[in-house]
């Protein structure tokens, strides 16, 4: 009876190590053999689930590393979670070495620590403009925060979107109009 009891533990240990394709023989006592039958079944689960969780792991980076926005999270305590191309191109950091840092550490701009830390404190999803790099970039904050299953505050979201583009068309049409306006006002003036 020891034996089969101790390739059971033995086999459970290596099963809580992450070895999953192990199985265990069948013992030939009944109640002995029913609990290696289950524990074989949990390992079959545990590796369905596991792989079920790595493929939508997978699948949420590529989706995030395509978008155009990019996307920074943080945790409670204001660490970087996670930062997609886009963001980290945006805010000109490196993505690989930002993640596990500090917000202050990877990025040296004011207002966006100062959003960060406003989402987190209001509990409330926000609409917002940020100015980076000295009028250079124009982006616009969507954030919001994170939570757990049991609705615990863990971190905050943030979308940058680049409206720089927008913002200089914008001027454009501005001056635009004020240099047509002050064209015509001479014409007119002069009827």
Known sequence: ISRPVEQMTETANLFASGELDVRLSMPEAVELNQLAKALNEMADRLKEKIGTISQERSNIETILSSMVEGVLAV?????VVSINKAAAKLLGVNASTAKGLNIEEVVRNNKLQQYIKKIMEDDNTEIDKCVI???VHF?????SILTDSSNRKTGAVLVLQDVTRTRKLEEVRRDFVAN???EL???VTSI
């Open 185 to 187: 006002k001479t014409p």
């Open 180 to 182: 047509v306006s002050h």
């Open 133 to 135: 790099d000295d009028n």
């Open 75 to 79: 945790d409670s305590s204001g660490h």
């Open 139 to 143: 982006l616009q904050l969507y954030g």
